[in-house]
């Protein structure tokens, strides 16, 4: 008994040594940018997943799935469970992802507000909307069939916040600008300078790849001239003629139906996860490889369950114009990097969010800041292993489909007054992508 006592005691010591270790090499300091060795910053925006609700299941990370329980407004007690077989969730309401579901949720810091009155408002018809369960239901590793592989094999962040405690325009224009100028999804042409920009006026290439519709319609005209269709993508990645930072985005529309490929619910998540696998099967068959990062995440929550609270972060003057008025940064949600300079079945646990990879796009290319927030963020190249990249790149056997038919029209995702909202704010930008001059849309 004594020795099991010993062995206990060094198995704890040991586990903290390695985080001391983990958190010690998170924050070793960069080298100059010049030799940071990649050329090519590759950054996939999903939609709508959690940490916790996808990648909680994974060992070393803070993660939380089985066993968790949370309160209605009515004190009934409700168990996190498992999903799959269901892929899809087309019994159930799309979780509330607003900026006021957002603070419901967060429940002044309890992170426990997913079942309460509220936490899906509909202002139209229900403002004290609730979630059901499905907000507090989870995916594992088998369910996930691209992620499930990928994850262990490279790097993921379990601190990776979205930007902002609201939906799915504002953190996108994060991603863009390091800020947004609006809270909700409205389809108003922004003025605010973007990463592109930058690039364009230090004479560095960008490219934004989309499969239906260009979110940078939203900034007019503008950026029409770099963004092209994702099958430009797949063949400048063959050709080894990737820009120095491309973002790309997956098909969007049809959401309501279950047939989208972006895992906003109600789409198949095994749509997803091909369309995930099909861009890491590219970059990794690309004479770019070598030299080349990427980076998956998602842009928000979307009202999935996770245990850990947001915190605060500065607000830029555009958010604080938007009305702004806590910086609350946006629940976790799952980031894996993917690279030759990625560190293989890493778990870096320091605080990142979308600026993060602004930032780190900015200090290896000699980019000025676009706001406070990316100014002041940690820098996601601070996870990678510059100085020994390994360019071995396993393929992994994932599904292509096709997978489910569309969710039943009479059913619940069909006739979900947030399904039908998103579907408005899609068809609003799908005007504003014509108007503007985008080819490719569809």
């Not at 519709?213 to 770099?226: E, Q, S, V």
């Not at 997803?272 to 590219?282: K, S, T, V």
Request: glycine content about 8%; proline content about 8%.
């Amino acid at each position: 008994m004594r020795l099991l006592y010993r062995f206990a005691i060094y198995a704890s010591l040991l586990a903290s040594f390695a985080a001391s270790v983990e958190q010690t090499r998170a924050q070793t300091p960069l080298p100059p940018p010049e030799t940071a060795g990649f050329e090519h910053v590759i950054v996939v925006m999903m939609e709508n997943r959690s940490f916790d609700h996808f990648l909680g299941w994974m060992p070393g990370a803070n993660g939380k799935q089985i066993g968790l329980t949370y309160l209605d407004s009515k004190g009934a007690a409700h168990l996190t469970h498992p999903l799959a077989p269901d892929y899809q969730g087309c019994g159930f309401l799309d979780p509330g992802h607003s900026y006021n579901d957002g603070r419901v949720q967060y429940d002044n810091g309890g992170a426990d507000g997913w079942l309460l009155d509220g936490s899906d408002e509909d202002l139209t018809n229900n403002p004290k909307q609730a979630n059901d369960i499905y907000a507090i239901g989870y995916y594992g590793k088998d369910d996930l069939a691209f992620l499930g592989q990928a994850g262990p094999a490279f790097t993921v962040c379990d601190n990776y916040f979205s930007a902002i405690l609201s939906a799915t325009y504002p953190n996108r224009f994060y991603m863009h600008a390091a800020q947004t100028d609006r809270l909700s999804n409205t389809s108003t042409t922004s003025t605010l300078p973007t990463i592109w920009s930058r690039l364009e006026e230090k004479g560095l290439s960008g490219r934004y790849y989309f499969s239906d519709l260009p979110f940078l319609a939203l900034w007019g005209t503008r950026y029409a001239n770099i963004s092209k269709p994702f099958s430009q993508f797949l063949a400048d990645a063959m050709a080894g003629t990737l820009p120095n930072v491309a973002f790309i985005d997956p098909r969007f529309e049809d959401e309501g139906s279950g047939t989208s490929g972006d895992d906003h619910p109600h789409a198949d998540i095994r749509t997803g996860e091909a369309f995930l696998n099909q861009i890491y099967d590219a970059l990794r068959g690309s004479p770019d490889w070598s030299k080349t990062v990427l980076i998956i995440t998602y842009d928000e929550w979307g009202g999935f369950f996770d245990h850990v609270p947001p915190p605060l972060a500065p607000i830029p003057t555009a958010t604080a114009t938007a009305g702004d008025a806590d910086g609350r940064l946006g629940f976790r949600v799952p980031c894996v990097i993917i690279s030759p300079y990625a560190r293989r079945g890493a778990i870096p646990h320091g605080q990142y969010d979308h600026t993060s990879i602004l930032k780190m796009i900015e200090w290896r290319f000699g980019l000025p800041a676009l706001s406070n927030r990316d100014s002041s963020a940690n820098n996601l190249a601070e996870v990678l292993t510059l100085s020994a990249p390994d360019s071995n790149a396993p393929a992994f056997t994932v599904p292509t489909g096709p997978f489910n038919p569309a969710c039943p029209p009479a059913g619940v995702a069909a006739n979900d007054p947030e399904a039908a909202e998103w579907k408005d704010d899609l068809a609003a930008l799908r005007s504003l992508a014509l108007q503007s001059g985008f080819k490719g849309v569809k």
